[in-house]
């Protein structure tokens, strides 16, 4: 990593926030959080860009779907790698998140922080690497 | 006519003779008493009488000699005649016997004959007599002159019991009453009878169906000289038909007690009859007499799924039907149904099938509120699950932790997995079960799932010192869902290492054979007891034996363990004896090799 890698974290539940944050500045990312989907849209367009996005599916005033869609279907941001961070384990929610464009799709219950930081580190590099 | 000639010509000869002879006698007669008269008279006179009898001599030699030819040549034609005569009467002979031959001929025919029609009489007497209808004869009084021995097989009495006696008794008395108004007329237009059920009391107290035919008799001078007939025993039949009359009514009854639809569709003609139930079910005034007008109310996204699976259905030899899909109501709007039907089969060729039809639409609403609501509160379970786990994940991180703290913190992060787990098996059962979910089918390596599950498990088996072996036989690829596999091997594994007590021997296999690719995982554990293993694989069941052993199971893993085999197609059974451990396999159907990755 050359410089701090930044996370853009959207979560709506304030202890899973505080949880991943936490956990991922502990291994040295530089964490901004969101808690719904207009947020999360106002700062992902706005620079400095994140370096990955964690998105969580249902959440308040815009779907995780949407904001997946809208970040996409932007220039500036589509190029940015985004894991989804659901509750579901519908099939057709994880098919339908990773045919839009998303670079992963994980349940969170079933996910450890530490696995999610392996996850994170992988996809910032591979991005570096670009 | 040559005869009658010949004799008048023999009466002839027969005078003429005579006549001579009286001639010739009297001349000679005439000669000698000359001489006798006259003795002393002259010589002359002797000469003259010698003449008269020479004279009378000659006569009577010429008259001979006439006679004699005479009768030579009547002898000579009699002879001829007689000839001819014989030649008639030899002719006339032939003519007899031959005669007397065909008349002898005729006579041994017709005695033959007579034998035949006394023996078809003797047959006819012993047909009679033996006959399984009673066969009888009356009197004009009604009083019984002649019956075979069938009457006691009908109702009881020896033929000599009622000879002599008045049958009438017998008949029950409201028939006995119409036949006797029916009687005169019977009598007067001299009219035979057919048909008539009556019921005889037996001598057993019984009653006794008798169809009866018969007819007048009449003497040679046109008297009504009594009845001659027979009564057949058709009490079986009557029961008979009263019970089919009476299943028939139960049947009609409960087809209209019921609430659902009873159909009967032939399938030569397709053709169905159906209860009311089209009517007062789902509002169609027209009813569906047809299988073309049922077709037609299938919702038409399920119309050919539905039509190709009755007809897979009617190719196989499955003896039940059942199916379920959205039919539409009179109204136009849709009703969820459950179809079932069996088929009648002949000669394996389906020709008829029964069945009935059950809205089932509040209980596929409730069905999807039950799953939604599982789907809901396993989804929001899961939030604060996340919680939990991330939490005491960063809490067993801290620095500086009390050991005591740090155990604490480990077993909440056991529990929190464990709700995981039980949560995610809700989901995945519900999923599986409502059938929302398509399981993917493409070609599985078991054998490289295996290994990946056994690296991740592997923590745990040294743990409790279990030896373990994993042995392939045969490593074709299986069709099914790789995650959901995943899980299948992850949950049976699981199980024989926690069911088998510290220092266990566990052993995988994997064959392949013909078509199958079968997977088996054996302990030697704790077993499975008998009672328990037909019941293993419902939800949320467990054996006593594994409550008493640990208490946390959920009695959904092995379920949705047969839920996803049985989807992909293939079969898992247990083979245990209590105490001596247990074998778990499946089957899962074998990938073609040809264009499917593996």
């Known amino acids: ?130 | 006519m040559a005869t009658r000639s010949m004799m008048r010509l023999h009466r002839l000869y027969y005078v003429l003779a005579l006549f001579n002879v009286v001639t010739i006698a009297g001349s000679v007669y005439l000669g000698h008493q000359m001489i006798v008269d006259r003795p002393e008279h002259e010589a002359d006179d002797r000469r003259r009488s010698e003449l008269v009898i020479g004279l009378a001599v000659l006569m009577m030699v010429t008259a001979a000699g006439v006679y004699g030819r005479q009768l030579t040549i009547h002898l000579r034609r009699n002879e001829r005649e007689r000839s001819d005569h014989l030649q008639a009467l030899e002719a006339a002979q032939t003519a007899l016997r031959e005669q007397a031959g065909e008349l002898e001929r005729r006579v041994e025919r017709r005695t033959a004959e007579l034998a035949s029609a006394n023996r078809r009489l003797e047959q006819f007497r012993g047909y009679v007599e033996n006959t399984s209808e009673w066969v009888w004869a009356l009197d004009p009084r009604g009083h019984l002159t002649y019956s075979n021995r069938a009457v006691f097989d009908i109702l009881g009495y020896e033929p000599e019991e009622l000879l002599g006696k008045d049958v009438r008794p017998l008949v029950e008395p409201a028939a006995r009453e119409a036949t006797e108004r029916l009687l005169p007329e019977v009598i007067a237009g001299r009219q035979r009878w057919n048909g008539i059920v009556r019921r005889f009391l037996h001598k057993n107290g019984e009653w006794r169906y008798l169809e009866s035919s018969g007819m007048p008799l009449f003497g040679d001078d046109g008297r009504f000289i009594g009845f001659r007939g027979a009564e057949r025993d058709i009490t079986r039949r009557k029961r008979a038909e009263e019970a089919l009359r009476r299943s028939e009514e139960r049947f009609q009854l409960a087809a209209r007690a019921t609430n659902d639809v009873l159909w009967d569709l032939d399938l030569a003609t397709g053709a169905i009859w159906r209860n009311d139930g089209m009517r007062s079910l789902f509002g169609h005034t027209e009813g569906v007499p047809q299988v073309e007008t049922w077709e037609a109310l299938v919702h038409p996204d399920e119309r050919e799924a539905v039509r190709a699976r009755l007809q897979n259905f009617l190719e196989s030899e499955r003896e039940t039907w059942t199916d379920e899909y959205r039919f539409r109501r009179g109204d136009g709007t849709y009703a969820w149904v459950l179809d079932r039907g069996i088929a009648v089969r002949v000669n394996g060729k389906a020709v008829r099938m029964i069945g009935s039809m059950i809205d089932i639409t509040e209980r596929k609403e409730a069905e999807r509120m039950k799953s939604d609501f599982v789907s809901f509160v396993s989804h929001q379970l899961r939030t604060p699950i996340a919680g939990m786990n991330w939490m005491l994940e960063l809490a067993a991180e801290a620095e500086h932790l009390p050991a005591q703290a740090r155990d604490y913190i480990a077993a909440a992060r056991e529990s929190a997995a464990r709700l995981s787990t039980l949560v995610n098996d809700l989901l995945d059962v519900g999923r599986l079960e409502s059938g929302r979910t398509t399981m993917a089918r493409a070609a599985v390596r078991l054998d490289e799932l295996t290994r990946s599950v056994l690296r991740e498990m592997q923590t745990v088996i040294d743990e409790k010192r279990h030896a373990l072996t994993f042995e392939i036989a045969g490593a074709a690829p299986a069709l099914g869902d790789e995650q959901m596999l995943r899980q299948v091997i992850a949950n049976l594994l699981s199980n024989a290492v926690k069911y088998t007590p510290d220092g266990g021997h566990i052993a995988v296999r994997l064959t392949a054979r013909k078509d199958l690719v079968e997977w088996s995982v054996t302990d030697d554990g704790m077993g499975v007891p008998r009672a328990a293993q037909a019941r293993l694989f419902e939800k949320f069941y467990r054996a006593d034996n594994a409550i008493s052993k640990e208490a946390e199971g959920t009695g959904l893993g092995l379920h949705l363990v047969r839920l996803v085999v049985e989807q992909a197609g293939g079969q898992i059974w247990c083979d245990s004896e209590e105490g001596q451990g247990a074998t778990f396999t499946f089957t899962l159907p074998m990938a073609q090799q040809a264009g499917v990755e593996a």
């Open chain 1, 1 to 130: 990593m050359s410089a701090t890698a930044r996370v853009l974290l959207v979560e709506d539940d304030k202890f899973l926030r505080r949880a991943c944050a936490a956990s991922l500045r502990q291994r040295g990312f530089e964490v901004t959080t969101a808690s719904d989907g207009e947020e999360a849209l106002r700062l992902a367009r706005s620079p400095p860009y994140a370096d990955i996005i964690l998105l969580d599916l249902l959440m308040p005033k815009l779907p995780g779907i949407e904001v997946l869609k809208a970040l996409k279907s932007q220039p500036d941001t589509s190029r940015i790698p985004v894991l989804i961070l659901s509750n579901s384990s519908r099939d057709d929610d994880r098919r339908q998140a990773l045919q839009l464009g998303a670079a992963g799709y994980y349940v969170k219950a079933n996910l450890s922080l530490r696995e999610l930081g392996v996850q994170v580190n992988q996809l910032v590099q591979r991005d570096d690497a670009n």
